[in-house]
């Protein structure tokens, strides 16, 4: 089965800060790549699928990247409501696995 | 409105069996693939099982393999996961998902339901 692995695991940042989060399959997914984000105490919510479309009503400071292995999620400019865990989750085929996550924390 | 309700989350002894329901409201269920996903306390996501429109597909972790089966009454708007031979790893905080559609993303969710396997 495909693997996958993001990094880092955790990261603080301030306000204004670009972030950048990276997820990387151990085969081949095409750009069958989506992003969740998860508040503290929250349900997951869908950000990215297709590795670079933007869910309806996800501000543009979200962005997605990337295609084959290699996946990159950037937020442009950090801010105090991003503060969660992060998780990329591949689609193309059963099982859909997701990432270890990613906890953005706000210094 | 889309929801989705998890139901049946208890505390159970190791080796014990549980089924877990999600009813849905808000959309036409018959017409999309759903899922369980489930947490760890503490821990991340990890994708247990989905199961096509019509239930004629069905896939599994290999974690679940052989131990749960995902069913669904289409209608009852309801999806299911019968949870056998549970082990301590297997406590969690489930969650019913919805497919997109378009795409096999994960586009709704529910609140989950908490399952407790412990002696």
């Known amino acids: 089965d495909i693997q996958m692995t993001q990094s880092p695991s955790s990261l603080s940042a301030s306000v204004g800060d670009r972030v950048t989060i990276t997820c990387r399959a151990s085969?081949?997914?095409?750009?069958?790549l989506a992003w969740y984000q998860q508040k503290p105490g929250k349900v997951p919510k869908l950000l990215i699928y297709a590795a670079s479309t933007l869910q309806s009503g996800v501000p543009s400071r979200f962005s997605g990247s990337g295609s084959g292995t290699d996946f990159t999620l950037i937020i442009s400019s950090l801010q105090p409501e991003d503060v969660a865990t992060y998780y990329c989750?591949?689609?193309?085929?059963?099982?859909?696995?997701f990432g270890q996550g990613t906890k953005v924390e706000v210094k | 409105e889309v929801q989705l309700v998890e139901s049946g989350g208890v505390v159970v002894q190791p080796g014990g069996s549980l089924r877990l329901s999600c009813a849905a409201t808000g959309f036409t269920f018959d017409g999309y693939t759903m899922n369980w996903v489930r947490q760890a306390p503490g821990k991340g996501l990890e994708w247990v099982s989905l199961?096509?429109?019509?239930?004629?597909?069905?896939y599994y972790a290999d974690s679940v393999k052989g131990r749960f089966t995902i069913s669904r009454d289409n209608n009852k708007n309801s999806l299911y996961l019968q949870m056998n031979s549970l082990r301590t790893e297997d406590t969690a905080l489930y969650y019913c998902?919805?497919?997109?559609?378009?795409?096999?993303?994960?586009?709704?969710w529910g609140q989950g339901t908490l399952v407790t396997v412990s002696s």
């Open positions: 989750q591949k689609y193309n085929t059963a099982p859909r696995t």
């Open positions: 085969q081949g997914i095409s750009n069958y």
């Open positions: 998902a919805k497919d997109m559609g378009i795409t096999t993303v994960l586009d709704y």
């Open positions: 199961i096509n429109w019509d239930g004629g597909r069905t």
